[in-house]
């Protein structure tokens, strides 16, 4: 399970939304697409040139409102990683990547059949990018 603490703030600036996606503190990069989601906001943020203290514009603000609002759904998030156990019937590694205008990522699961037919995440690689051509990112993905 995680724990978000996020403070509210009527106007978010761009010192605010670094502020924010320096606490997803994730080391074993369970929650990756979140933190890549958030990485390309700034990466947005970025590209308009603002300042650290100039308040976001309009357009971006409520975009950013509902993705901190929607981080209260980590909370309730539970991913199993126990693995070391002999009473699986079937085990099965599944991967998958892929790329998009905005980011690649990967992902690898271990598809254990036994009762309840529990997916178990291994390892899950995302990466915001920078404007390239899709082919190569693809590639990057696999």
Same mark, same amino acid.
């Not at 002999?86 to 905005?102: N, P, Q, R």
């Given at each position: &399970?995680?724990?978000?603490?996020?403070?509210?703030?009527?106007?978010?600036?761009?010192?605010?939304?670094?502020?924010?996606?320096?606490?997803?503190?994730?080391?074993?990069? %369970?929650?990756?697409?979140?933190?890549? /989601?958030?990485?390309? #906001?700034?990466?947005?943020?970025?590209? +308009?040139?603002?300042?650290?203290?100039?308040?976001?514009?309009?357009?971006?603000?409520?975009?950013?409102?509902?993705?901190?609002?929607?981080?209260?759904?980590?909370?309730? %998030?539970?991913?199993?990683?126990?693995?070391?156990?002999?009473?699986?019937?079937? %085990? &099965?590694? %599944?991967?998958?990547?892929?790329?998009?205008?905005?980011?690649?990522?990967?992902?690898?699961? &271990?598809?254990?059949?036994?009762?309840?037919?529990?997916?178990?995440?291994?390892?899950? +690689? #995302? +990466?915001?990018?920078?404007? #390239? #051509? /899709?082919?190569?990112?693809?590639?990057?993905?696999?």
């Amino acid at each position: &399970m995680f724990k978000v603490s996020i403070p509210s703030i009527a106007s978010y600036t761009k010192r605010d939304v670094l502020s924010v996606i320096a606490r997803l503190y994730d080391p074993l990069g %369970l929650i990756g697409p979140v933190i890549s /989601k958030a990485k390309i #906001f700034l990466q947005k943020l970025w590209l +308009r040139k603002l300042n650290w203290e100039e308040c976001l514009p309009e357009a971006i603000a409520s975009d950013w409102l509902n993705f901190v609002s929607s981080l209260k759904a980590l909370e309730e %998030l539970k991913i199993d990683r126990y693995l070391l156990t002999d009473s699986y019937e079937k %085990l &099965m590694l %599944l991967g998958y990547a892929d790329a998009s205008e905005s980011a690649y990522g990967a992902v690898v699961y &271990m598809h254990c059949v036994k009762e309840d037919g529990a997916i178990l995440p291994l390892k899950w +690689r #995302f +990466r915001a990018k920078y404007q #390239f #051509f /899709k082919i190569k990112w693809d590639f990057l993905a696999c």
